[in-house]
């Protein structure tokens, strides 16, 4: 059973910098991609950054590229999102979410990924 557990949210002054964690187990293969989603109330899940784990490659949506940083320890099976230069935008609710292995996927639509973890809270304010 594939389970998906977030840690690192909280409140930070814009500017700061938070790690999101995301532990993942119960993964048989290595070929599917695991992403970070965030959202507001009222609004659509918004793709934030994506990876091919079974090739390595990252990809972040306009909004985040240069400040956000994606990666992920192999021997630990955890998904990390470093966020620099935070900004009041970036305030949302943050999920961990992966594919099932071996299936077609759209790194933008999360619909496309079937496991995902509890969310943890974002707040940049001063």
């Known amino acids: 059973q594939v389970q998906l557990v977030e840690s690192g949210g909280g409140l930070v002054q814009p500017g700061g910098s938070l790690r999101l964690s995301c532990a993942a187990s119960?993964?048989?293969?290595?070929?599917?991609?695991i992403a970070w989603f965030r959202q507001v109330p009222g609004k659509e899940r918004e793709g934030v950054s994506c990876m091919r784990v079974y090739e390595g490659s990252i990809f972040y949506s306009d909004s985040v590229k240069g400040r956000f940083t994606m990666s992920r320890d192999n021997a630990k099976n955890t998904a990390y999102l470093q966020m620099n230069s935070l900004r009041p935008e970036d305030t949302a609710q943050y999920y961990c979410a992966a594919t099932e292995p071996f299936t077609n996927y759209d790194c933008w639509n999360p619909g496309d990924f079937s496991h995902w973890g509890q969310g943890t809270q974002v707040t940049v304010s001063s």
């Open positions: 119960g993964f048989t293969s290595d070929y599917y991609a």
